[in-house]
């Protein structure tokens, strides 16, 4: 039988913590009375709000799915085991199969939700008790195509490279693919300036309660977001709102960038996107007539094979009209993770290790294995990235066991009927987990494991600002932290003792070294100083050390401090519609749920709202599939089929389906979606695949 949670044993009444699910890491007051509640504080990203998510986010801490003891798979059954039992088991088991087939057998995968002592102690883990180089986490399908083009054309990535609330004084801001009303509402705040002003534009093939707020919204077709931005970019040149000056003294490689968007003037650009050639050019002018504007990406323009490329036509854009490194004004990308931007800085990465460093830098190497205490060359090289690693797991070259911690990638990975066959053709999987989630329920050992207010740790928001989370509650008897899981695990993989802690401020003090002097330089940064109430934005070079709230106002991070135009051209979706599948499908969030929804759904006044899948759909294209609202809709892909209720939706594209992630099972709208990755980033083609919709009992 499966233990659940008892009501949790508070420390202390009051604590000033962060929420537990999104990037902007809203500052709560969690305190404990009759019951576990939170309450809004004054904080600056969230300056007194919180979403519905925020507010209810105590009910995961009392959910009765909790699990408070370990299970281990007997005769195809999960059952309850002690944790040394399971923690002997896991480690007796990677031994044999490293024995048998090598250390690249193991492989790891890990979370941008995770703080970061457990990224980055779990990145050490791997390269060092487990000796493999095969460790990727989820953040490869949320943030790595906009990490890529930041540090293409700044030389290093930090999501916003300025505080969030700069954008109140702003007079345009274009938004693309970012849906911050129902994703992260208390950001709108912050946009409300630019609005008044007449100048936010947002990019978004959907009309988004986000778009519904725009002064100008402009709705490409899913997948042209790059010759959108060409157009816009052809718009502001042609029409004379180059910032000449700034390309000359602070940019190079403009001529070259121009050479190809020449060729995408706005009446062309109109024929790919859709979008009117007289809304682009009210878009450049918009941009280029505030005295302060910023363009900000995210998910949906980031989620496509040709990520990296459309980004860095966003990034030509910003500097064509001077915006980057220029106070008041600037580009940026919308980190989706809690934990987004700490947790890709400090090496649950393939290619990475701690302080975003490069495991192929020689230099690299030395540091950070100076400070492991162990050879350099005795470290594992890059590994594969996070679809890659699942697409080959249980092959013939691929790994034979895999630990996961803070993912569920039987929800959240593309082409997920495959990925879950994978997992099930390995011969040993273990998850570390809260509650039994879809990728634990075919583990052959769960580990229960604390959440965020039963632990402390730091989390880095969107804004590369480092928050101290602090312990509020002790976790349900029987639950054991992340950090301890893997000390457990190491000592029983022979490693010496003290070599992996389990206290959060000694890993951090760790990872404060092996950080120093890295491009995400956390060296100066202190339980201490956060503790006292610093706002403390990377890089922060030592104890004396103010932190850098704004990037980019001196110099950009490339040699010679110059931002670089990067040359970029449209080539559109990965798999056009055709007349098997003649629609766009495009996948995202709603306001109640976050990402795979393992926590989510616990939340009864979160799954009530939103209970199942749905697929919104213009009223013309219902007609022709003839699908009535509430009815049941089959959405068919190469790849796979999902039944989802039918929304008609006036303003949808007629060429576009939208499904939300967040569900289980045959709902999983990643059954449909396409693993074409991205050439530089590796990210997988989230946000366009080609499908086609029918009545649910399979009649076209
Ligand atoms: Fe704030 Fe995001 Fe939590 Fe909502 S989910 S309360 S926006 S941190």
């Known amino acids: 039988m499966i233990r659940t949670a008892e009501s949790p044993r508070p420390t202390r009444r009051t604590v000033d913590t962060h929420c537990p699910y999104c990037a902007l890491q809203c500052g709560m007051t969690l305190s404990r009375g009759a019951g576990t509640e939170v309450a809004p504080r004054d904080f600056p990203a969230n300056a007194g709000g919180l979403c519905q998510k925020g507010w209810t986010a105590p009910a995961l801490l009392t959910s009765p799915a909790r699990l408070t003891t370990p299970l281990v798979r007997v005769a195809g059954e999960l059952r309850p085991a002690s944790w040394e039992a399971a923690l002997d088991l896991v480690a007796s088991r990677l031994l044999e199969i490293r024995a048998e087939h090598g250390p690249d057998a193991v492989a790891v995968f890990g979370g941008g939700g995770l703080t970061n002592e457990k990224s980055y102690l779990l990145g050490k883990f791997a390269r060092v008790a487990l000796g493999t180089s095969q460790i990727d986490y989820n953040g490869r399908f949320c943030m790595s195509s906009a990490a890529a083009a930041g540090v293409r054309a700044f030389g290093v990535d930090r999501g916003l490279p300025f505080p969030l609330t700069d954008l109140a004084g702003a007079d345009a801001v274009l938004l693309a693919g970012a849906n911050p009303a129902e994703t992260m509402p208390p950001f709108l705040q912050h946009l409300r300036g630019a609005g008044a002003k007449g100048g936010l534009i947002v990019v978004d093939p959907r009309r988004t309660p986000t778009a519904e707020q725009a002064n100008l919204h402009l709705a490409p077709a899913p997948g042209t977001d790059l010759a959108l931005a060409l157009g816009i970019l052809h718009a502001a040149v042609a029409d004379g709102h180059m910032r000449q000056s700034y390309a000359d003294e602070r940019t190079t490689g403009f001529e070259a960038a121009w050479r190809i968007a020449a060729a995408y003037w706005p009446e062309q650009v109109e024929r790919i996107t859709g979008v009117a050639a007289a809304d682009q050019r009210r878009a450049a002018e918009l941009l280029a007539g505030a005295r302060n504007a910023y363009v900000l990406t995210a998910r949906g323009t980031e989620q496509h094979a040709t990520g990296t490329d459309t980004v860095s036509a966003w990034i030509n854009l910003a500097l064509a009209l001077g915006l980057p490194g220029t106070r008041g004004s600037g580009f940026g990308c919308l980190t989706g993770q809690g934990n987004g931007q700490g947790g890709r800085e400090h ?60 993912s569920n990638v039987v929800v959240s990975a593309p082409r997920s009927a495959h990925v879950t066959e994978r997992l099930s053709a390995l011969d040993f999987v273990v998850t570390a987990d809260l509650v039994l989630s ?22 880095t928001n969107l804004e590369g600002r480092v928050l101290l989370r602090r312990k509020a509650l002790d976790p349900p008897v029987g639950v054991r932290t992340d950090l301890a899981v893997l000390a457990g695990l190491a000592r029983r993989l022979g490693q010496p003792e003290g070599r992996f802690p389990a206290d959060a401020e000694t890993v951090f003090t760790e990872l404060r070294a092996a950080s120093a002097g890295g491009p995400a330089d956390y060296s100066g940064v202190s339980y201490d100083r956060l503790r006292a109430g610093e706002a403390l934005y990377w890089p922060v070079p030592g104890e004396a050390h103010p932190g850098t709230p704004r990037l980019f106002l001196d110099g950009f991070a490339h040699p010679g401090g110059r931002a670089r135009f990067v040359p970029v051209r449209h080539t559109g979706p990965a798999e056009p519609p055709d007349e098997r599948y003649p629609l766009h499908a495009t996948t995202g969030r709603v306001l109640q749920h976050y990402q795979s929804g393992a926590q989510t759904r616990l939340v009864d006044e979160l799954n009530d709202t939103v209970p199942e899948v749905f697929v919104e759909v213009h009223p013309d294209t219902a007609e022709r599939a003839g699908l009535a609202e509430g009815g049941l809709a089959l959405v068919s892909s190469r790849r796979g089929a999902v039944t989802a209720r039918v929304r008609r939706v006036g303003s949808m594209r007629r060429d576009v389906v939208f499904l939300p992630f967040h569900f289980p099972g045959e709902a999983r709208a990643n059954l449909l979606t396409n693993p074409a990755l991205d050439p530089v980033s590796r990210m997988p083609e989230f946000k366009v695949c080609a499908v086609r919709l029918s009545k649910e009992d399979g009649a076209e």
């Open 347 to 406: 090496g649950q990465k393939a290619d990475q290790l701690p302080g975003y460093r490069k495991i192929d830098d020689p230099a690299a190497r030395e540091h950070v294995a100076g400070v492991w205490g162990v050879r350099a060359d005795s470290l594992p090289g890059p590994g594969r990235s996070a679809y890659e690693l699942l697409d080959v797991l249980g092959t013939e070259h691929g790994p034979r066991a895999l630990l996961v911690f803070g």
């Open 438 to 459: 879809e990728t634990s329920a075919l583990a052959d050992v769960v580990l229960p494991v604390t959440q965020w207010a039963e632990e402390d740790g730091t989390m």
